[in-house]
């Protein structure tokens, strides 16, 4: 079975810094597209970055741009959004995903729920001014 496991959350002050990690346990074995996703409380799952675990391709969603990250860590099987000048919009439930299937490259740009079968248990951010 696929796992991933979200860590790194936390409550950080404006302007800080958090990195999420996400385990994914069959890194390496099948080619996936893994993603992350953030909820607020009343407000749809947003996509905001993804990655392939060949590290080819990559993305990070507008709302984001500049400020967050996605990188990996083929030995640790591990998948990291680095997130900097955080503020309280910021805040909500982060889940990190991967694909299921054949990979294709339009399963990572844009990051849309669709293609992702497997989800972690999600990690939560709060960032208070």
């Known amino acids: 079975a696929v796992e991933l496991v979200e860590t790194g959350g936390g409550s950080v002050q404006a302007g800080g810094s958090l990195r999420l990690s996400c385990y994914l346990s069959?890194?390496?074995?099948?080619?996936?597209?893994v993603g992350w996703f953030r909820q607020a409380p009343g407000k749809e799952r947003e996509g905001i970055a993804s990655?392939?675990?060949?590290?080819?391709?990559?993305f990070v969603a507008d709302s984001v741009k500049g400020r967050f990250a996605i990188s990996t860590d083929s030995f640790k099987k591990t998948i990291y959004l680095s997130m900097n000048s955080l503020n309280p919009e910021d805040s909500g439930t982060y889940y990190c995903?991967?694909?299921?299937?054949?990979?294709?490259?339009?399963?990572?740009?844009?990051?849309?729920?669709?293609?992702?079968?497997?989800w972690g248990q999600g990690t939560q951010v709060a960032v208070f001014s």
């Open positions: 995903a991967a694909s299921d299937g054949r990979y294709h490259s339009s399963m990572c740009a844009p990051v849309r729920p669709g293609p992702f079968g497997y």
């Open positions: 069959d890194y390496g074995y099948a080619r996936r597209c």
């Open positions: 990655i392939d675990t060949a590290g080819v391709d990559t």
